[in-house]
T-cell receptor, first 111, second 114 residues
Framework: DAKTTQPTSMDCAEGRAANLPCNHS???????VYWYRQIHSQGPQYIIH???NNETNEMASLIITEDRKSSTLILPHATLRDTAVYYC????????????FGTGTLLAVQP | KAGVTQTPRYLIKTRGQQVTLSCSPI?????VSWYQQTPGQGLQFLFE???????NKGNFPGRFSGRQFSNSRSEMNVSTLELGDSALYLC?????????????FGPGTRLTVL
């Protein structure tokens, strides 16, 4: 089972920041938080990942709470093309590269 | 650098037939994983290959099988197709076997079983 819980859906106005929350209260110390998104039946697209510290790349920022029980993905200026299902995954492969996907959050960016 | 490629992109088969799907990982990546996505079950892990060896297998019947070649390209095969096998089949590649290596997905193969 997925170790993360996310809201089923969210709306965001175009041009505004989209803040997508994720709860992972049972995450272990060596598990990373990964974010992927999937735009209508395409392959999931990697966005960002982190362990303890906040991370930023050209796509998004990832804020992880100090206790690592939750995190927030921030898309700073959402566009219509950011409409997608966003998946938050707790992942430490160890002897496997198996990703366990939950149901994700459907982000709808409104014009 | 080219991304993960999957062929064919679309496929229509009838019940009882078999099908082979192909995945070419990103150059230099040695791990390939396969996933099935359906509206009812979401994204589910099928199996993973690293250096031509299956490292892990999901909870799917034996009709689903795969293999990996020495150049890291992978194929998956589904025999005796059932209507419920209609799905988007995705493969993902990562650099190595370490659990922290990011996986990158291909565009998928849409299989329709009639």
């Amino acid at each position: 089972d997925a170790k993360t819980t996310q809201p089923t859906s969210m709306d965001c106005a175009e041009g505004r920041a989209a803040n997508l929350p994720c709860n992972h209260s049972t995450i272990s110390g060596n598990e990373y938080v990964y974010w992927y998104r999937q735009i209508h039946s395409q392959g999931p697209q990697y966005i960002i990942h982190g362990l303890k510290n906040n991370e930023t790349n050209e796509m998004a920022s990832l804020i992880i709470t100090e206790d690592r029980k939750s995190s927030t993905l921030i898309l700073p200026h959402a566009t219509l093309r950011d409409t997608a299902v966003y998946y938050c995954i707790a992942y430490y492969g160890g002897a496997t590269n198996k990703l366990i996907f939950g149901t994700g959050t459907l982000l709808a960016v409104q014009p | 650098k080219a991304g993960v490629t999957q062929t064919p992109r679309y496929l229509i088969k009838t019940r009882g037939q078999q099908v082979t799907l192909s995945c070419s990982p990103i150059s230099g990546h040695r791990s390939v994983s396969w996933y099935q996505q359906t509206p009812g079950q979401g994204l589910q892990f099928l199996f993973e290959y690293f250096s031509e060896t299956q490292r892990n297998k999901g909870n799917f019947p034996g009709r689903f099988s795969g293999r990996q070649f020495s150049n890291s390209r992978s194929e998956m095969n589904v025999s005796t197709l059932e209507l419920g096998d209609s799905a988007l089949y995705l493969c993902a590649s990562s650099l190595g076997a370490a659990g922290t290596d990011t996986q990158y997905f291909g565009p998928g193969t849409r299989l329709t079983v009639l």
